[in-house]
T-cell receptor, first 116, second 109 residues
């Protein structure tokens, strides 16, 4: 089946620094990728929709200048958390849509971000 | 607004059957998904329903009634490894997934 690889799986960074998370579709081309954030014991919250070759679409309340998304190729989208703060600590998950499949998506492994 | 409701937590016994319900109110409907999520891991796809009725896949079955805005996930012959959160999600008229908060399923021996 389709595989989505997300890296890193876990990262600890100092407050004020930036962190880049990569999401790759390994065996299919993904024109659309999704970035979610999940706080403990809460549901997945869509942050933004990443479109290859164009600007990402951000959900209401998500700061586009803080969460930079780049989808430069059909197999790679990146999320950069800029000037991270402790409140940004969360589980970030990407998913990629396989246009040939009815399933939404295949998810990456997730990235546990801890800002200290 | 859009809303997905499912129980917060359920407990069942190993070997038994459990049914996890999901009700939804969304702007449009383009399919309902069930995902399994173990703690600290990303969700994994379980099932997809777009037409009314029951979809069976091994020990797991999913049912949909669009007129009632209702679905359930049925897990049979429960195993300890089935302990996880089960997420219901609906694709709305914009083809965007709306997620429920998830049901934490605890399996006891």
């Amino acid at each position: 089946g389709a595989v989505v690889s997300q890296h890193p799986s876990r990262v600890i960074c100092k407050s004020g620094t930036s962190v880049k998370i990569e999401c790759r579709s390994l065996d299919f081309q993904a024109t659309t990728m999704f970035w979610y954030r999940q706080f403990p014991k809460q549901s997945l919250m869509l942050m933004a929709t990443s479109n290859e070759g164009s600007k990402a679409t951000y959900e209401q309340g998500v700061e586009k200048d803080k969460f930079l998304i780049n989808h430069a190729s059909l197999t790679l989208s990146t999320l950069t958390v800029t000037s991270a703060h402790p409140e940004d600590s969360s589980f970030y998950i990407c998913s990629a849509r396989n246009e040939d499949s009815n399933t939404e998506a295949f998810f990456g492994q997730g990235t546990r971000l801890t800002v200290v | 607004g859009q809303n997905i409701d499912q129980p917060t937590e359920m407990t069942a016994t190993e070997g038994a059957i459990v049914q996890i319900n999901c009700t939804y109110q969304t702007s449009g409907f383009n399919g309902l998904f069930w995902y399994q999520q173990h703690a600290g891991e990303a969700p994994t796809f379980l099932s997809y329903n777009v037409l009314d009725g029951l979809e069976e896949k091994g020990r797991f079955s999913s049912f949909l009634s669009r007129s009632k805005g209702y679905s359930y996930l049925l897990l049979k012959e429960l195993q300890m490894k089935d302990s996880a959160s089960y997420l219901c999600a609906v694709k709305d008229s914009n083809y965007q997934l709306i997620w429920g908060a998830g049901t934490k399923l605890i399996i006891k021996p």
